[in-house]
């Protein structure tokens, strides 16, 4: 049987570092409370034992010792570091809202933020302070840095000088203070040298990114963790496809770093103590390689139990070590509790320790052993996880074990040769590419899996969210493993039926509404207006072949959008202007898009961005009155803005794209009434139109002779639900109104589909986000 003994002082220990931490000022009374249960229960037990007649009583009662022990040791833990994460010499400018000189260790990847080029968020370790003349060293307070970082030099591992802002972190948060940089941070001076293993990492990323497409971004991930040119679109497909784990260094790295250090040894004949103190030196320079994230300290310790207890002649793994870890860890850093990281490893740990092997005898019923064994390890895991998942993104990720199963093969050779470059480029630069470059083949893969798997239908099925998603999810959990494990025939099949009848009232209560959906959609739409909230995404289809004019505020909407349609790859990206509610989801396309169409740039950050699409390999295309081309059995053409732009820019420049064909549809993009009356005077806009894009989301800054030139029978109108500008206004409506013309809103009607069948227009809408503001 399963020896599941330290799972309850685990699970004592989570809960005491969850309720202790969630005080920025941790009390006394908490340690206080426990040592004296742990006092009274450890007399009860020992009364209850010397009468040698309540065996299973005084065994309870050792657990439950035991357990109250390990979550006295977690209380202590937090209020005995309590000084260490929030030293006076940072508490004193939190308040007063100072200015200091701080020395930081940078402790995790920087995470560049959307839509502010340059700027990015990053986990630090404050090691010295500075205020007023007075030095302050020795210091390991944790904090969360916003800082300028044009030029990509922060990296996890080095060590920053620079002027910061100090504020207090949020109440059980991990991090005791948020610091915003004042000017530059300065890496890696005299006083303060960056770390020898970031210089590794950075330069193998450098390495990977001269290589093509996604594999590239994954390559330093899969390798050392280094997810520094993993941008937000492949994270999106990667976590929608449920393989974002691969990029997090855990158990099945250190496993290959050890099993490689202890099976040479063994053949060259070294003695038992010496393969343990040679692996556990190597694991020790893999952590400082991969830095100490969350879900690498998880698979660390629990390597390092195994091998003390091979150097001890006690051998053990599997559940008793995850228990043992999870402890020694949360008494360490009690604040990993909330670390949906460390979370996330665990779980599925523990889901690949007691789930998979009856998973996969459950299967070989019905499938080949193989095949039951390769399914049965992400499902294990993928179940354990998912009721954490669902506080992050509550769906049902329906291509997730598909994906995994997939990506499998891939991920451990992609792996191993990533580190084995990673470690020979500072020696060997020329093998190093050439092994890096055979690394990046099976990456590749995994990335064109994740995109397959994030573009097919329904990739996420509605969950309930918070702590009815969660109990729902472990009720799921304990049924499946109840199915599945049970020694009674009788229980397994209750289980089972009760398993089957929840199965069947999901599938009533979501496949009903998603089938209505799905058999009154058109298919064969041409013009489909996506619902991304408070901006502007139209997609336009013809031939196989799909434009999309602009991306809406941010990638949320757009992908979502994307992945409900089914449309994988973007053909011609219509940037229509630079407003932050038009190219904020930029990030979710690139590295799909073939052309991109833009007005002129006169920002270093519009400028950016383009590069960015560029660089992941889209042709650009500065745009004004004249360009043509075609898209499927479309012809276009840009009519504004003119080529002389200096007085039309901003919204008034914004790109004006005609499709003729059977779509026969014009887009506005944002202009106002000085720059439509400009366009109506240039002579090139048709009359009669099929669709119009109604221009600035219905604002009253229309020209109302340009619309009756443009005559359209269908008008598009972006929008969010109860936005601030009062769009669509009241005057934008009745000049539609006016015309005739028909109006289709995203606050009303969420995403539109429009399909074009002879003469006529049908339309499609799906309803509302529930988040579409």
Known sequence: MTDLRTIPPAVAAWLAALVCTQSSEPSFWPPVVLTLAVVALVGVLVAVARGGRHQRLSAVLAAVVVSVAAATAVSVAVSAGATERRPSALVGPATDGGIVALAVDVVGPPIALSGAYGLVVVDVTVTGVEDGGARTGGLRAPAVLFASDPAGTIAAGARLVLDARVENGRAGDQRAFVLRAVGDPVVGTPEAPSDPAAAVRTGFSDLAAGFAGDGAALLPGLAVGDTSL????????????????????SG??????????????????????????????????????????????RAAVMAAIVLLGIAVGRPSAGVPVLGIAVVGILVSDPWLSRSFGFALSAAATAGLLLLARPLGRALTRVLPAPVAVALALPLAAQLACQPIIVLIDPAVPVWGVPANMLAAPAAPIATVLGMIACLLLPVAPAVATGVAALAWLPAQWIAGVATAAAAAPDAGLPWPSGPPGVIAWAAVLVTIAVVVSARSLRLAHVAGTMLLLGALAYGTLVGGDRLGEVWSRPTDWSVAMCDVGQGDAVLVRSAGRTALIDTGPDGTGIEECLSDLGVGHIDLLVLTHFDLDHVGGVAAVTGRVREVLHQP????ADAALLRDLEARGARLVETTTGLSGTLGDLPWRALWPPPDESHYTGNDGSVVIEFGGAVDAIFLGDLGKDSELALLADGRVGNAYRIVKFAHHGSADQYPALYERIDARLALVSCGRDNDYGHPTRSALALLDAQGTTVARTDQGGTTLVAVRG??????????????G
């Open 759 to 772: 003469d006529s227009l049908v339309t499609w809408a799906a309803g509302p986000r529930p988040d579409s």
């Open 601 to 604: 740039v006169h920002d270093p």
């Open 252 to 297: 099945a790295n250190c496993a290959l770093v050890v099993g490689a250090v202890f099976g040479a040894l063994a053949l060259l004949g070294a003695p038992r103590w010496g393969r343990v103190v040679a692996a556990l030196l190597a694991l020790a320079g893999f952590v400082a390689l991969v830095t100490p994230e969350p879900s690498v300290v």
């Open 230 to 249: 993993v941008d937000d679109a492949l994270d999106e497909r990667m976590t929608a496809a449920s393989l974002s784990h691969l990029t997090a260094v």
